[in-house]
């Protein structure tokens, strides 16, 4: 009988640590960096604006792309686009 009532704490250990690996390995996924062209190519398809210039910048671990453009208008306009989408 002692056995038996080893077994399920064994097994509920490994669902546990299934689970915790599962949820890693799905952070990791997410947590994708998009690139600079990537970046402008977006900004690009989302405004049809012309891009005037970028910069990379770090927040942390965080990094960020400032993107200014011109719009249709004559606007100059600051976008921000983080790459971990």
Do not use: H
């Not at 690996?21 to 994708?32: D, E, G, I, T």
């Amino acid at each position: 009988m002692a056995a038996m009532i080893a077994i399920p704490g064994r097994l509920r250990f490994y669902a546990l640590a299934m689970a915790i690996a599962v949820m890693a390995l799905s952070s990791v996924a997410v947590a994708k960096e998009i690139t600079v062209q990537q970046a402008v190519e977006q900004v690009q398809r989302e405004t049809s604006a012309k891009v005037l210039s970028v910069q990379t910048l770090r927040t942390g671990k965080r990094k960020i792309f400032r993107i200014k453009i011109l719009t249709s208008t004559g606007q100059v306009r600051v976008l921000e686009i983080k790459a971990d989408q």
